[in-house]
């Protein structure tokens, strides 16, 4: 009798894009309706060991904003430039996210602002959350945010913040502040102590927030609209540090996850991985000849990832093409 023995495994495709993107440090990756890929890169500017003094304050202010496209859409399959926007408006780029409107979602460390753009390209902000380069840890100010996510069915926000607060924080669509939990917050749960809560991905199907708490090495899920928590996914293999979360609503629900370098010496290799969401095992997991500095990562509905990698200034394609192979037996 034949068997069927399917091998899934993620391999780059390394013929994509077709032409070099110019692109700086990519920081953020996000997906629109079409499944385009949308890009968040800092051109010409670096986030480095002097950008910021120790409170946390944007030190090359003088610097102006980014003149380059900060935001560029690019087709999924050849890679070319489909739309660019988001010029001198951003210091420091970091999370992007799409909501159900097409609008973008994105975050400025240097600003430690959240911004609700229209993607028709005239980068109107529509929503501005947090006071233009004054770092705070109240309801109207952020410590370095580092990602949104939008829940698709209430609009509700959620944002992470950030390298120097520890909580996500929740707000109306129109950008109210609603409640927060991790520091801060009333409860006292131990397991609930953020170190860089760094990317959040929105779990349509399971209406919940998951977060990757980036110096614990380890991603943590709550329910979105009461913050109350539901399951943690610490790997051995992530060593210290998990960079970067995105989710798939198939086979029962696929979490995607980078990891990055640990400051403190217990570092793993640089990997993306797919666990499955309810038995946390480890399906597969990949890597390109040269990960650098994985920040980010996006799944397609057709299962393509994309990687952007913010030491390498780029972003990598992977697919899954079964290598299904008919076994006797
Ligand atoms: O984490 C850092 N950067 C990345 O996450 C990023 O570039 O978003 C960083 C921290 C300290 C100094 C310099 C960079």
Not at 46 to 62: A, E, P
Not at 190 to 198: C, K, L, M, N, T
């Amino acid at each position: 009798e034949e068997v069927l023995d399917q091998e899934y495994h993620l391999e780059e495709v390394t013929d994509w894009p077709e032409s070099p993107l110019q692109l700086g440090q990519v920081s953020g990756l996000a997906l629109d309706s079409d499944d385009n890929l949308v890009i968040f890169h800092r051109g010409d500017h670096q986030w480095g060991v002097n950008s910021f003094d120790n409170s946390g304050k944007y030190q090359q202010q003088s610097l102006g904003p980014i003149q380059q496209s900060t935001i560029l859409v690019v087709d999924p399959v050849k890679g070319s430039v489909l739309k660019a926007s988001g010029r001198n408006m951003f210091y420091l780029p970091h999370g992007i996210t799409t909501d159900k409107d097409n609008n973008y979602w994105v975050t400025d460390v240097a600003l430690h602002q959240v911004f609700k753009l229209s993607s028709d390209g005239r980068d109107t902000p529509l929503v501005v959350l947090g006071e233009a380069f004054e770092p705070g840890s109240d309801k109207e100010h952020f410590c370095k945010p580092t990602d949104v996510a939008v829940d698709p069915v209430t609009g509700n926000v959620y944002v992470s913040d950030g390298y120097c607060n520890a909580r996500i924080l929740k707000f109306s669509p129109e950008g109210t502040y609603l409640s927060h939990w991790g520091a801060g917050s009333s409860d006292r749960r131990r397991r609930v102590q953020f170190r860089i809560p760094h990317s959040l991905v929105f779990l349509p199907d399971r209406r919940e927030l998951c977060v990757a708490d980036r110096e614990n090495g380890r991603i943590q899920c709550f329910v979105a609209e009461s913050g109350e928590f539901v399951k943690e996914i610490k790997k051995q293999e992530f060593g210290g540090e998990v960079f970067a979360i995105s989710y798939a609503p198939v086979h029962g629900g696929l979490i995607y996850a980078v990891n990055g370098e640990s400051a403190y010496g217990r570092s793993a290799p640089l990997k993306g991985f797919v666990i499955n969401y309810s038995t946390k095992e480890i399906l597969d997991d990949f890597s390109p000849e040269n990960f650098g500095m994985p920040h980010d990562i996006v799944v397609t509905k057709d299962g393509r990832v994309f990687v952007g990698d913010a030491a390498t200034d780029s972003v990598l394609k992977f697919s899954s093409d079964s290598k299904s192979t008919l076994t006797k037996v």
